[in-house]
């Protein structure tokens, strides 16, 4: 479990079909979960501050892992730790483009567009994870959402490095995962005569 506070970026230093090597990775240890760019890896190996991680084909499939350099780390949550964004599980939904992003003086905005299948997760001050970031959305408008960036996360992570057209990783809020699918199931989710019978 993650909070979507980076620590650091890192740089991927190599990869193969199924792994990656990061490095500037000081201290984690051998069987200790990491979020890279949002995506919970498991340290295989260490040598030195490189630190080698398996990546299935699927997460290769449906993150940027595959072809991101500067890669966010946050190491996990620890009981007694610090909650300062929101829970995120380092499953990641899949990839969002960046369609453009405004200078705004020290701030940025960044506007993403995202596919409709992620739409019933995404709400107007709601939390997503992005590139393993906990970002509050600030406007939905259509299939483009929009976040606003201070400097303090613009220097910390690597969307100071992001450009329009860039691809990165998504995950949804855990909470409204949930209850999404809840509210779908058919067999017992939520309905109108349910509401009044209970209420």
Request: glycine share 10%; aromatic share 10%; with cysteine.
């Amino acid at each position: 479990m993650f909070t979507g506070i980076i620590e650091k970026t890192g740089k991927i230093a190599k990869r193969g079909r199924m792994e990656i090597f990061v490095d500037s990775l000081e201290g984690v240890e051998t069987g200790e979960s990491v979020a890279v760019n949002g995506v919970c890896l498991t340290a295989a190996e260490i040598d030195g501050n490189l630190v080698r991680f398996d990546v299935t084909s699927r997460t290769m499939e449906i993150t940027n892992l595959g072809f991101s350099e500067v890669v966010n780390i946050e190491r996990a949550l620890k009981v007694g730790d610090a909650i300062s964004g929101h829970f995120l599980t380092g499953h990641i939904d899949g990839l969002l483009k960046i369609e453009r992003i405004e200078n705004l003086g020290d701030f940025k905005k960044f506007f993403f567009s995202f596919p409709a299948l992620f739409s019933k997760f995404i709400a107007a001050r709601g939390s997503v994870g992005i590139d393993g970031i906990s970002l509050t959305v600030e406007k939905v408008e259509g299939n483009i959402f929009s976040v606003n960036l201070i400097p303090e996360t613009l220097g910390r992570t690597n969307l100071s490095f992001r450009r329009a057209g860039d691809f990165v990783n998504f995950e949804a809020d855990v909470f409204a995962r949930y209850i999404v699918n809840f509210l779908e199931r058919k067999e017992d989710g939520i309905t109108k005569e349910k509401l009044e019978k209970w209420l």
